[in-house]
């Protein structure tokens, strides 16, 4: 993807933000330690944070029914056939066990709507919709990185 140099800059600047703020959260947590960091609870709490997105097909779920429930045809949520179509080469199976389990992580809420037949519905739930808006300055950063997002340059 070619971007203006300027919003380019943006992401660029946005990014540097979120590193900065990091930082001062590490520092606060670090502020609190009487001694030395606890290094397992760190470890632990990093490993649970990550758990989200680093199983595949979580991140691709989690994006396609939060890209698919901003448009007014996906108000209610996302059916599961709806999503199955849209997630290319995942097995029914595979897609009804990670559904459940983006549910047990509180990411995903499963909402069955009690008609003739019955409908089920799946939806970010809060904390979805938060994981993966702090996911992104991550993904924008990898974009970058990877060099898949570029500065159009005037000639």
Request: proline share 2%; aromatic share 8%.
């Amino acid at each position: 993807m070619t971007i203006p140099a300027e919003d380019y800059e943006k992401v660029r600047e946005s990014i540097e933000a979120v590193k900065s703020e990091g930082r001062k959260i590490r520092d606060i947590f670090e502020s609190h330690y009487e001694g030395n960091v606890d290094l397992e609870w760190e470890t632990d709490a990093a490993v649970s944070a990550l758990e989200v997105f680093s199983h595949r097909w979580n991140v691709e779920i989690l994006a396609t029914i939060f890209l698919l429930g901003r448009t007014d045809e996906y108000q209610e949520g996302v059916r599961f056939n709806q999503l199955r179509k849209k997630l290319r080469g995942i097995s029914s199976r595979t897609l009804s066990d990670k559904l459940s389990r983006c549910q047990e992580l509180g990411l995903v809420d499963r909402i069955v709507v009690d008609s003739s037949p019955v409908r089920v519905f799946y939806r970010l739930t809060t904390h979805g919709i938060s994981a993966g808006r702090l996911i992104s300055p991550l993904i924008a950063y990898m974009k970058l990185h990877q060099s898949r997002v570029v500065r159009h340059r005037h000639r």
